[in-house]
């Protein structure tokens, strides 16, 4: 129980593009979801929060206008890296909060490579 | 505000050696701790965690935890490593439901055959 999964797994684009991942938890209802960045060898820095019906809450120094967050739905937010520039190449995490819990589950990434 | 030290940037033990990698934290009160590992390329497996109760917690894949509130440490413990226990470690430390997470850095374990 508790997967997330993310998708793609891996995506390489242009400068200047946009590029759209999705979380979604498979087997359980997440109000919260989380989205971080992970530069190599580094731990993870979260980006933003994501509640389910609302608007996401970024952490300080993240350009919400650049990485657009939604979350329609209990079991699906997304993560749209817009103009995207080779500085965005990274990758990119979501979890996902089990309700009424405090553990968070980790999808197994995004590999985001902008040329 | 809260912090998490991962002494130990990177740590190699032969394999069937026991292994110790250490978590300390800096919280004012109780927090929830967490392990998670993570293989190259891969997202974060929970390993165990901690909320209340039995401080010694057992985990998956043969790992254990031990909160120790006096020395505001989480370390994690396996009796005897595996090769495939070759990977990222990061302890994590929950507070006061609705909050996110803080990350160690990180320790990177090598298994040597």
């Known amino acids: 129980g508790a997967v997330v999964s993310q998708h793609p797994s891996r995506v390489i684009c242009k400068s200047g593009t946009s590029v759209k991942i999705e979380c979604r938890s498979l087997?359980?209802?997440?109000?919260?979801m989380f989205w971080y960045r992970q530069f190599p060898k580094k731990s993870l820095m979260l980006m933003a929060t994501s509640n389910e019906g609302s608007k996401a809450t970024y952490e300080q120094g993240v350009e919400k206008d650049k990485f657009l967050i939604n979350h329609a739905s209990l079991t699906l937010s997304t993560l749209t890296v817009t103009s995207a520039h080779p500085e965005d190449s990274s990758f990119y995490i979501c979890s996902a909060r089990l309700t009424g819990e405090e553990t968070q589950y980790f999808g197994p990434g995004t590999r985001l490579l902008v040329l | 505000a809260q912090s998490v030290t991962q002494p130990d940037i990177h740590i190699t033990v032969s394999e069937g050696a026991s292994l110790e990698l250490r978590c300390n934290y800096s919280?004012?009160?109780?927090?929830?701790l967490f392990w998670y590992v993570q293989s190259p390329g891969q997202g974060l497996q929970l390993l165990l965690k901690?909320?209340?109760?039995?401080?010694l917690v057992q985990g998956i894949k043969g790992f254990e935890a031990e909160f120790k509130r006096s020395q505001s440490s989480f370390n994690l413990r396996k009796p005897s490593v595996h090769w495939s226990d070759a990977a990222e470690y990061f302890c994590a430390v929950g507070h006061n439901y609705g909050q996110n997470f803080v990350f160690g850095p990180g320790t990177r374990l090598s298994v040597l055959p």
């Open positions: 087997d359980f209802q997440a109000t919260t």
């Open positions: 919280y004012g009160a109780t927090p929830y």
């Open positions: 901690y909320f209340s109760g039995d401080t």
